[in-house]
């Protein structure tokens, strides 16, 4: 998935997302469900900076940049949980049971 956030150049864009309670940040990535249906989430930014905040509700992730703000997540179930995800000159590249290539847009 990639979101994008505009704003006037001079003032930053910002955009937050949530993940459900019970979501957690396990190693640069968002761990959603765990067990036998585990399920996870791999947030980079294609530009700008992002982090987590835990509230009573859940995960956020907050993104922001000058002017043009770009993120990406890419969700991974089953035997693609675990996968390598890159951001890598605007590609975005996934080294899993097989491995994908996108063009970020």
């Known amino acids: 998935m990639v979101d994008n956030a505009l704003g006037p150049e001079a003032s930053k864009a910002a955009m937050v997302w949530h993940f459900p309670e019970g979501s957690q940040m396990l190693h640069n990535r968002i761990q959603i ?18 982090h987590t905040e835990k509230d009573d509700t859940g995960l956020q992730v907050l993104g922001h940049y000058s002017g043009h703000l770009s993120m990406v997540a890419v969700f991974l179930t089953g035997e693609w949980v675990g996968s390598k995800v890159m951001n890598i000159e605007n590609r975005l590249i996934v080294n899993g049971p097989k491995q994908i290539l996108l063009s970020i847009p």
């Open 33 to 50: 469900r765990s067990g036998e249906h585990s399920a996870e989430a791999v947030v980079l930014p294609a530009n700008g900076t992002i």
